[in-house]
Every structure is written in structure tokens, then in C-alpha cells.
């Protein structure tokens, strides 16, 4: 078990009395006792009693406070093994609302028990909620700087529970429309070949937009227009004789 672990008093069995005692020493006298199913302290070592066989561990507790016995005032009491438990529970962060002092016991009767204090805003530590006397029993943030208690006690009302954000779902992917063919795919259509007037003016479109098609359609039929021409024009312009007719000779 490890040292500054919370411990709680057990259910008590039908033949026990409901009340748990707490001793001065391994096996000796009894100076508190305590009802079933509260927090008595914080584990703080263990020793073992008795024979060979028959031997007892007794669970060192560092009380949340002090118990007083024929005007002795005891910190830390020896209880049984099998009386007590590791408690644990579902801590909250908390904050100061407020610069807040922190006390080795639940009193603010004097400043003899301050170990500390936490400036506003700062995270003061993680509690399961235990309190006495209204001070919230908590587990240091930065036990170095609190005279070296992992555990202290700070006024309830001057904290503020942190709310742990709720991570965010992720949202599982469902598939969707291809937004074009796969390679693989043997429906994909590839585009066409340049070869023909209809085929450019298409593709023209896709790559140029309306407008852009447009100045393509009337550069190529310029362009055809004005091979036409040249075609027509050739033909019409006579080729000079290159000899005479029926056998004549060209005359010097």
C-alpha cells in the first residue's frame, strides 16, 4: 500500500460491537474508536505483533485529526489490518476561487496548523470529497511547497470544482459518391482523343469554360475558312506552258 493512501473503517460484522478502536501502539492502548465506514486517515506505515503464526499487522494512520486521550494529543494511532481498507473514489480537481491557506488539520482556530496556501486560480489538488468541520481533505498539487504533506485540509467554500472536458466522439465514416472514377473502376470513362471539331469544342469547354469554347469555335472555323481560301485561290491562277501542242516547238 502506498504511503498518503486514504483509509475507511470496514462494515462491522454481526458479532462486533460497530466501533473500531484505534491504539497508541501496535497492540496497545486504546485511545479513539471509530464507527464503521468513515475516513480515519491516511496510510502511513505497518507493523506486525505478535508469535510466529500468529502474528497481527497493525496499519500506521495519520488521522485527518488528531485524537486527544487523558489530555494527550495523538496524530497518528495502530489499527488492525482486517478493521480498515484502501479507499478509493472518483476525485474532482479543484481550484482556489481565492488565495486559500492550506492546514495539516480541519481547523482555522489559529495559524499554528498552516502548511501553505494556494493563490487564486491555481490548482490546489484532488479531493473524494472527504471533509471535517467544512475544510475538504485534499491531495496536494504541489506537496514541495506544503512543508512536504502530500494531504491538507482547505476550506470548502473557497475552492471551485474543475469540470473535466468530455472528449469529443469522433463521428465514423460512413462512405460516400466517388467524386470520379477509379483507375480501377471498369465503368471510368477516359477523356476523349482530340480528333474532331466537336471532340475540341468539348474539351474546350471542360478546360476553358463556356467562353473560352467559344473564342475555339471561332478560331477554328477562321482558321478552316481561311485554308479554303488559300485552296480556292490556288486553282483559280493559270500554270504557265511547259510545251507545245501536238508536237509544235515553242517559237524563240
Known sequence: ?????????????????GQWKAFDKPGGVAVAAFNQ??????YAGEEKTGVIGFRTT???????????????????????EAKVFAYTATSKTYKASTTVNVRSTPSSASLSNKIGSVAKG?????????????????????PSAMKGYTYGFIAKTLLTAVATP???TPTPSTGGTPTG????????????AVTTGEQVTGF???????????????ALLAGLSVLIGFVVWSLAIPQPAVGGTNGSKIKK
Open 58 to 80: 497493525f496499519y500506521k494512520i495519520r488521522l485527518l485529526e488528531a485524537v486527544t486521550y487523558k489530555g494527550k494529543s495523538y496524530p497518528y494511532v495502530y489499527m488492525e
Open 166 to 168: 468530455t472528449p469529443a
Open 37 to 42: 465506514q468513515v475516513t480515519v486517515g491516511t
Open 122 to 142: 491555481a490548482v490546489a489538488g484532488t479531493s473524494d470529497g472527504t471533509e471535517k468541520n467544512g475544510f475538504l481533505y485534499v491531495k496536494l498539487a504541489n
Open 204 to 218: 474546350g469547354e471542360r478546360l476553358l469554360g463556356e467562353k473560352g469554347a467559344k473564342v475555339a469555335r471561332y
Open 1 to 17: 500500500m502506498q504511503t498518503g493512501q486514504i483509509l475507511r473503517t470496514r462494515t462491522a460484522g454481526a458479532n462486533d460491537t
Open 181 to 192: 472514377p477509379t483507375t480501377n473502376d471498369p465503368d471510368s470513362v477516359e477523356e476523349p
